[in-house]
């Protein structure tokens, strides 16, 4: 494929687009029509939206076209299993300028249909027009399978708060990248490409999580967000998260705490969920905290204390490319 | 509401946005979660996205953020129509400068709201992120209630081709616009605020329609992707056409044929469908054209002849902002 995307043409990309597409039994009606068909065995979808910004998001210089597609399908898809729901589609927005070259869009779009493939979803539709700053706007949709969602809303004082999936590797990642380098690999491959462990949503629903949410901001911020729906405190002890070696001469390297990275890192998409406290968990999960009543304390500390931290405000002055 | 959007912060704005939303039955769950729920009783969804952007789809001088969020939710949820199934949520993805007065966004919600509330859908959740050119990204769900869609592949010659709504309107109102002028008002209304027919596309879809579409792009280039899909021509019959003294005046005044704005001016989203010849039509459908086999001409005729100008690729240099 050669020349830009203004050469192209709006139909000719979105013909090259739909041409990288794979399908799924659940697709009724793919890319094409007004809109997609997609199967809802459940009488429910489970729908969630997020807006990727180049410069603010993702830097070309940084991730592939193809790894912004691979982080874009997880982190929405990420959402989906959350709420104890499988994936099943995706819709994309894509905002791309004239003189982009055409492979950008068509790698990004390979990169949506890989991830879907990892989850078992795929993509059935979207749009495409011109404008000044690449911004990939996806809908992810998803089927609950006659569960019963896992909401922010339902952790209870004694219940366990535990985790499953990668927490702090993309900050770890994003470190060294912003420092020039471009290894340890591992990390800087996490942050291009986070990793949601997709199946364990269902299946904390099915093992009676009382609350659940992917972690996108970073665990103490989010764990604040079920704190905050439930009307609960969390206390998370940080001598129970995992903080590999690897990850501590990073932090030794560049001068930061790794436990900020594992505490304040978004965009892993880990799953974190609370159970109630005789739940057996599987050993993928880590338990790494409790739930306790209201105090005076902030909503979530770290061995009984506040935390430097508590989040990442997309809008604040210091939030940039990641 | 005062100050701008930079200045209330992401959390401040996404609570401020959803104080306005009113909800529906199909809402299982609302926004505030990582994901909304919606029933889906026909155990299908049927998903839509589409992407505005300001100084291509719409201009700050001329639409108000309310105007511009009744015609974003009007779009979409007439691709849900448009396969004959009813609208029941929609999702927002909008990205916001941080200079923007924060009454902008509120607004624009109010607008989606109220468009939501006159198809009888709600807006259920979305994503807020800062960056340089507004961008609202509307992503519309609807349920089929068992009917089967009605897709653009389905006309056979010998077919009626018929539409329902307004046509040529927005165009109408655009040119006159352009032109620095405000009135008159019911078509720069048309313009900034599409009504489209949401129930004539079930109501076609339970009449037996073979093929259906919004028209978008204009009724030509919409016809031609129903031409295109079926493999089959579609001849208009120019005299069959409505066009209203008031829009001729226009025409007239600024030098503009107006069945060119009836033919190939967009946004307007009627809905055109195709029927077997024998469908008795309710009054509010006009007979157009008919569908016939293939032929050496382009896939859509104007009184047996090819017409002047088929379309509107949106990302031609000659598309302004509309």
């Known amino acids: 494929m050669k020349g830009t995307v203004g050469e192209l043409g709006e139909f000719g990309l979105i013909r090259e687009l739909t041409s990288r597409l794979t399908t799924t039994p659940a697709v009724r009606l793919g890319p094409g029509d007004d809109a997609a068909v997609v199967a809802a065995p ?10 990727l910004l180049e410069g603010r998001h993702f830097r070309r210089d940084w991730s592939t076209a193809y790894d912004v597609g691979r982080k874009a399908a997880a982190q929405n898809m990420a959402d989906i299993a959350a709420m ?21 869009p068509a790698e990004l779009m390979d990169g949506l249909r890989d991830e879907c493939q990892v989850a078992g979803a795929a993509v059935v539709g979207g749009d495409v027009v011109r404008g000044e700053t690449i911004t990939v706007s996806i809908t992810a949709l998803g089927d609950l ?67 659940m949410t992917d972690v996108s901001d970073g665990l103490i911020a989010d764990l604040g967000h079920i704190a905050e729906a439930s009307g609960v405190r969390i206390d998370v002890r940080s001598g129970a998260v995992d903080i590999p070696s690897q990850m501590s001469d990073i932090g030794q390297a560049v001068g930061v705490d790794p436990l900020h990275w594992v505490l304040s890192g978004g965009e892993d998409h880990a799953i974190a969920a609370v159970f109630p406290p005789e739940t057996k968990l599987p050993a993928r999960w880590r338990v790494i905290g409790e739930v306790l009543g209201r105090s005076a304390l902030p909503q979530v500390t770290v061995d009984g204390a506040p935390w430097e931290k508590a989040g990442w405000d997309h809008f604040g002055e210091d939030a940039d490319a990641g």
């Open 42 to 51: 459940d009488r429910r979808v489970v729908a969630s939206t997020d807006i």
């Open 84 to 104: 104890g729901a499988v994936p099943t589609a995706l819709l994309l927005g894509l905002v791309v300028p004239a003189e982009l070259p055409a492979t950008w």
């Open 145 to 211: 399978r006659n569960a019963e969602p896992v909401l922010r809303s339902g952790a209870r004082p004694g219940d366990v708060v535990a985790v499953t999936g990668w927490l702090g590797w993309s900050a770890a990642g994003h470190a060294v990248l912003s420092r020039g380098f471009r290894s340890p690999r591992a990390f800087v491959e996490a942050h291009r490409r986070p990793e949601p462990p997709y199946h364990a949503g269902p299946a904390a629903a099915a093992l009676g999580a009382t609350a």
